[in-house]
């Protein structure tokens, strides 16, 4: 008798669902993405380099499973917000920005835990720049769009045939030319931001 129910406990648990990711699934994910920035600058007008805070958004990704262990994700998120500052003096400025990413993923494993390693390209776009304390100085602030290169690691815990959770890390080269004026003659600042990005996500695959 104990050898008839080991026999099927053990079928049982070698017909159960693995919930991996297949070939042809399409996984969006949602959740809390925090972007880190790891600046820095050239000198202000001798005032020293420009700092930029932590901000956190809603972050998105989409995801297509080229194959079981490939695939190709976008990264999106909701529009993040950064005060600008400099040494001694505090905040400055304000801006915001959106960095869509394109990555290629490899997932590894077969199962519902799936680790994976990504890389990729970001571009990232500035908006809504304004001085929001001008020194009586400055004006016309202006941030170019980067383009850059981006790595990233992660992981999927599959729930069920649908739900998982998800945990990732991203580092996005991001740099970018600051312009503005000062006292009326333009300057031009050569600015990296190269943040870490840390996203907390819960998905769904279809």
Request: aromatic share 12%; no cysteine; hydrophobic share 45%.
């Given at each position: 008798?104990?050898?008839?129910?080991?026999?099927?406990?053990?079928?049982?648990?070698?017909?159960?669902?693995?919930?991996?990711?297949n070939?042809?699934?399409?996984?969006?994910?949602?959740?809390?993405?925090?972007?880190a920035?790891?600046?820095?600058?050239?000198?202000?007008?001798?005032?020293?380099e420009?700092?930029?805070?932590t901000?956190?958004?809603?972050g998105?990704?989409?995801?297509?499973?080229?194959?079981?262990?490939?695939?190709?994700?976008?990264?999106?998120?909701?529009?993040?917000?950064?005060?600008?500052s400099?040494?001694?003096?505090?905040?400055?400025?304000?801006?915001?920005?959106?960095?869509?990413?394109?990555?290629?993923?490899y997932?590894?494993?077969?199962?519902?835990?799936?680790?994976?390693?990504?890389?990729?390209?970001?571009?990232?776009?500035?908006?809504?720049?304004k001085?929001?304390?001008?020194?009586?100085?400055?004006?016309?602030?202006?941030?170019?769009?980067?383009?850059?290169?981006?790595?990233?690691?992660?992981?999927?815990?599959?729930?069920?045939?649908?739900?998982?959770?998800?945990?990732?890390?991203?580092?996005?080269?991001?740099?970018?030319?600051?312009?503005?004026?000062?006292d009326?003659?333009?300057?031009?600042i050569?600015?990296?931001?190269?943040?870490?990005?840390?996203?907390?996500?819960?998905?769904?695959?279809?």
């Amino acid at each position: 008798m104990k050898t008839k129910l080991l026999s099927l406990a053990l079928l049982t648990a070698l017909s159960a669902p693995a919930f991996a990711h297949n070939a042809g699934d399409f996984i969006i994910r949602a959740g809390s993405a925090t972007v880190a920035p790891n600046e820095g600058s050239e000198d202000v007008a001798t005032l020293g380099e420009f700092g930029i805070n932590t901000n956190t958004q809603l972050g998105l990704n989409f995801t297509y499973m080229v194959s079981d262990n490939f695939g190709v994700e976008l990264l999106a998120a909701t529009p993040f917000s950064h005060e600008v500052s400099l040494p001694d003096i505090g905040q400055i400025a304000k801006v915001k920005h959106l960095p869509p990413t394109l990555m290629a993923q490899y997932y590894f494993g077969s199962g519902n835990l799936r680790p994976y390693i990504g890389a990729g390209v970001n571009m990232t776009v500035f908006f809504d720049e304004k001085f929001t304390n001008d020194l009586g100085v400055l004006s016309d602030l202006d941030l170019d769009t980067s383009f850059g290169l981006a790595g990233q690691v992660g992981v999927d815990y599959q729930i069920n045939d649908n739900w998982l959770v998800n945990a990732s890390v991203w580092y996005l080269d991001i740099g970018t030319d600051v312009n503005f004026k000062l006292d009326g003659t333009p300057v031009s600042i050569d600015t990296d931001i190269d943040p870490w990005v840390y996203m907390l996500s819960v998905g769904y695959k279809f």
